[in-house]
């Protein structure tokens, strides 16, 4: 089928929804920008494998609601208050078909956020989409998070790390907690999380200069899917011997 020749679901209306669960609500351009995303994700699925979530309610909820539920605290500005004289800096580590950093960018342009992933052909995606939209506030890097974590241009230089679906939680903050600033903050999303896992990752929080601060478990609005959401405060300088060399984190996790 060409492109052109595909039809596009409508992302379904959920207003209340939005409100009632983020305590946020996008306006109308942030609701186009949403639907010419997932068109755009649609489309490039019948070229390459981005994402098997393509059904429209699936897509907003799986997608872009539980990218936006994670960084709630952000959009209703608890942290990283918009207006504020500094231009926070955002960091999605192996964001795959943007998520959930993309919807992040959407809802606060005043945020820079780059988009960190290892495949190029995902992110030539992601970059070709964010000028389509003339998103000035997405940068795009085609590379690993652990040569990312190395680079004086990137090390202890962002405020907000996020993590979705990239590995075990150990590895993730391998990944997140070097490209911290001292006082930023790492996101880390997780479907079911216990209790016992929160004690055993904050061992390695603190192996990597990071304290989680809180665990927050929720359930997705429309099938009840369980989620947690992990937030991390980076507290001190990230050792230099991490994050140790590509492969590693995922080979033998802290
Ligand atoms: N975060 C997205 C989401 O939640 O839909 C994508 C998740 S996908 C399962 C994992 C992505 O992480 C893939 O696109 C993969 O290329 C990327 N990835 C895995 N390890 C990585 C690494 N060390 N550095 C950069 N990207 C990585």
Request: charged share 25%; with cysteine; net charge negative.
């Amino acid at each position: 089928m060409s492109q052109d020749s595909l039809q596009h679901s409508r992302l379904p209306d959920l207003s209340d929804v939005w409100h009632e669960t983020l305590g946020w609500q996008p306006d109308a351009g942030h609701l186009l920008e949403f639907q010419t995303l997932y068109d755009r994700i649609v489309d490039a699925n019948t070229q390459f494998n981005l994402t098997r979530i393509v059904e429209a309610e699936e897509f907003w909820e799986k997608h872009l609601w539980d990218s936006l539920r994670g960084v709630s605290c952000v959009l209703r500005g608890e942290v990283f208050p918009e207006g504020d004289a500094e231009k926070y800096r955002a960091i999605d580590i192996g964001t795959g078909a943007g998520f959930p950093g993309f919807p992040l960018a959407i809802a606060r342009p005043d945020i820079e956020v780059t988009l960190l992933d290892s495949t190029h052909k995902k992110v030539n995606f992601l970059q070709q989409l964010a000028e389509e939209l003339g998103m000035e506030n997405i940068k795009t890097m085609t590379a690993r998070a652990e040569e990312v974590g190395r680079k004086n241009s990137d090390r202890e230089s962002y405020d907000l790390a996020l993590a979705r679906a990239v590995g075990p939680a150990s590895v993730c903050l391998e990944y997140a907690l070097p490209l911290l600033k001292i006082g930023g903050m790492a996101i880390l999303y997780r479907g079911h999380w216990t209790e016992e896992e929160t004690e055993k990752l904050s061992t390695t929080a603190a192996q990597l200069g990071g304290v989680i601060s809180t665990v927050e478990a929720f359930t997705t609005p429309l099938t009840r899917g369980v989620r947690n959401c992990l937030y991390l405060s980076k507290i001190k300088p990230t050792p230099a011997q991490f994050p140790r060399a590509v492969g590693l984190p995922k080979q033998k996790p802290l």
